[in-house]
C-alpha cells in the first residue's frame, strides 16, 4: 500500500513514495520540480510509478497550485488530502497565536522533528531535550519545540536566493553570481554568498542560545531543505542535517486524526 507525500513550496514541489503510511515506512522514490513544470509531472516523473493508494501533502503556494497538482493526481484517480496546522496534533502543541495560520510546512517539519528528538530518547535513555529546527528554503525557518513537545514559536527570514537578490536590486552596479561561503572572502561573489550564510547562521546560533538559557539544557538541533548542505557548515553548533524531515512529519500526521 504505496503512499505519496508531497511538499508544494514557495519554488518547487517535492515528492516522495513511501511503502505505506506510517512512521519508519522504506521510502521507495521521489523527485522535485519547479513549480512552472508541475503539469508535466503525470507525464514525466510518474508515469512509471506504481499506483500509490493515499495521499498526503503540505502547501504553501496557494489554491492555484494546489489545483493544478490535483490535476496530475487524476492519473491514479487519488484523492488529494491536505494537511493544516491544528492546535496540537501528533504529540505536538502548537502555541503559535492563531494555530491555523501556522505554514503546514513548518507545522509538518516541526512534527518531524519532535519525533525525531523522541527516537533519540529511545535509543539513549536519557530525558527528551527541547529541538530547534531550521528549514532553508526559498524562505528560512527558525522554529523552538520545548522538551514537553510544545511548539513555541519561530523565526522567518529570508534565505539565500532573496537577499542575494535584494542585493542585486537595491544596489547600483552589483551583480550576483554563483559564489562559496568561505571565512575571509576576497570576491563579491564569495563575499555575497558568505554574507547570507553568516546571517542565517547568526539568526540559528541566537536562538539556540536563547533556548539553552530558557531551559538550561542545549537544545537539539535539526536543519533540513534544499539549502541546508550550504548552510551547515557555518553554523557552529552541533546538528543534524534531515534530509526529509516534512515528509517524516506528513507520515506522523497521515497516523493523527483527521487533518
Known sequence: MSFLVMDIGNTRLKWGVYSEPRP???YLAGGAVVLEEIDHLARDQWADLSHPQQ?????????????????????????????????????????????SRLGADRWAAIVGARHRVLAHVRASGQEPRPAVVVMVGTAVTVDAIDAQGRFLGGLILPGFGLMLKALELGTAGLKVPSGEVRDFPRNTSDALMS???EAIAGAVERMVARMARQFGSQPHLLMSGGAAPKLAPSIEQPLEVVEHLIFEGLLQLALAPEQ
Not at 64 to 83: A, D, F, S, T, Y
Request: glycine fraction near 14%; aromatic fraction near 6%; charge should be neutral.
Open 55 to 99: 495521499m498526503l501533502g503540505c502547501a504553501v503556494a496557494g489554491d492555484g497550485v494546489k489545483r493544478r497538482v490535483e490535476e496530475q493526481l487524476e492519473i491514479w484517480r487519488l484523492k488529494p488530502q491536505w494537511v493544516s496546522s491544528q492546535a496540537q496534533a501528533a504529540g505536538v502543541i502548537n502555541r503559535y497565536e492563531h494555530p
Open 195 to 197: 554574507g547570507g550564510a
Open 24 to 26: 519508519g515506512a522504506e
